[in-house]
């Protein structure tokens, strides 16, 4: 079963939300209206809070998690997705806060407490290190991520094509009967 309670929390899913039946969301999880999740994603809220936005896709092989609340860190860091995000395959994103109209590369990693302000580009493969905030309107490579140049105007409408395209992908396979 892909979409699992765990303590008092059950995953609660917008309209039109479509979860491949390999993956696994389990806990304390919200995935706004017409947001996707492909095979073999894992997203675990099992000791803090996870929310994605409306019209983002999370690809093939992505893990999101948290940090607990504890003595190292007393508030914990929660994940936050915000909408029209485009989640590269066999991405990590954890404890971090990631806005409105952003593409994460393929195999990009996403530490604890960085902030990735509303559309950014992070190029494929790219390391954000633990606590660092990249600024609206860049693209960013490598490991550490540096910022590399300004998006270009069609960069910047490219976001909303991208969600838009996995949009009209996942209604697709609702259509075949293919969700959890």
């Known amino acids: 079963m892909s979409i699992r309670s765990f303590q008092q929390f059950t995953p609660q899913l917008g309209e039109r939300v479509f979860v491949d039946p390999t ?20 997203i675990r809220g099992d000791m803090h809070s996870i929310r994605i936005g409306q019209r983002s896709s999370i690809q093939d ?19 936050n997705i915000g909408d029209d995000v485009t989640v590269g395959h066999k991405v990590t994103l954890h404890g971090c806060s990631i806005g409105n109209r952003i593409l994460i590369g ?29 600024q609206s309107g860049y693209l960013y490579v490598g490991s550490p991520a540096k910022q590399a140049r300004a998006l270009t105007e069609k960069e910047l409408s490219y976001f909303r094509y991208t969600a838009d395209n996995y949009v009209r992908l996942k209604d697709q396979h609702l259509m075949e009967g293919y969700s959890h």
Do not use: C, Q
């Open 23 to 42: 993956s696994v969301v389990l806990g304390d999880v919200e995935i706004g209206d017409d947001s996707s999740v492909w095979p073999l994603v894992v």
């Open 61 to 79: 092989g992505s893990v999101l998690h948290i940090t607990h609340a504890g003595p190292f860190n007393p508030a914990g860091y929660p994940l």
């Open 106 to 134: 393929m195999g990009s990693i996403v530490m604890d407490g960085v902030v990735i302000e509303d559309e950014v580009v992070l190029g494929a493969g790219s390391l954000v290190p633990p606590g660092k905030r990249l």
